[in-house]
């Protein structure tokens, strides 16, 4: 019975570390493990390059409602406010071709513009490596990283899981929350919660 025992633990706890090896796993309070990707508009992105700055990560979708919800306003907002203030902001498409969400470049671009948004980047992780690199499940998914490179904040970007808009103006914005207390030295007091949206079409 102890011998059955110890193989079935050894068994879970093997399912376990592959899951980890395939996913990835990011911890608050840890650094954020680096990547390159290639941009919108040709360029490569490490994330490495921007150590000594703010890094929000943005998982996004441009079909995805929740997505959706999020751009008709709430997002940009955000995007304006911080990378005035010298935060980079990286918006990835994990989407693999063919699947939702999955444009060529341009048609990311048309997107941005069009809703009148500002990421610093629109970075394509056709291969999804940067995505189970970072676990991430659902567009939006949001990570804050600090100057040092460590991750202060990942999850949901606010408290109200749903796609009507007018949910945004008595929600809790996390990512918000996040950089204004870092920004002014004060330990963020929410570095994990449970993200929210569409599932990332890998």
């Given amino acids: 019975m102890l011998k059955i025992k110890q193989i079935f633990m050894s068994v879970v706890v093997l399912s376990m570390l592959v899951t ?6 990011v911890i608050s309070g840890q650094a954020a493990p680096n990547f390159t990707l290639t941009d919108s508009n040709g360029q490569k992105h490490s994330l490495s390059d921007y150590k000594g700055k703010f890094v929000v990560l943005e998982w996004f979708n441009p079909d995805c409602p929740f997505v959706k919800k999020h751009y008709s306003g709430n997002m940009q907002l955000l995007q304006k406010e911080y990378t005035s203030r010298g935060v980079i902001w990286l918006s990835i498409n994990s989407s693999a071709p063919g699947n939702q969400g999955s444009y060529p470049p341009q048609g990311f671009n048309k997107f941005m ?13 056709t ?12 567009t939006p998914q949001m990570f804050v990283i600090d100057p040092q490179g460590m991750l202060i904040y990942q999850g949901a970007i606010d408290d109200i899981p749903s796609t009507d808009v007018q949910d945004m103006t008595k929600a809790k914005n996390y990512v918000r929350e996040a950089l ?21 079409k890998y």
């Fill in 113 to 125: 513009t069009g809703k009148a948004a500002s990421p610093t980047a629109i970075l394509l992780d």
């Fill in 20 to 25: 980890a090896g395939a996913w990835g796993q």
């Fill in 180 to 200: 204004d207390s870092a920004m002014y030295g004060i330990p963020v007091a929410v570095n994990m919660t449970k993200s929210y949206g569409c599932s990332v």
């Fill in 127 to 138: 291969d999804g490596k940067v995505g189970h690199l970072y676990a991430a499940k659902t």
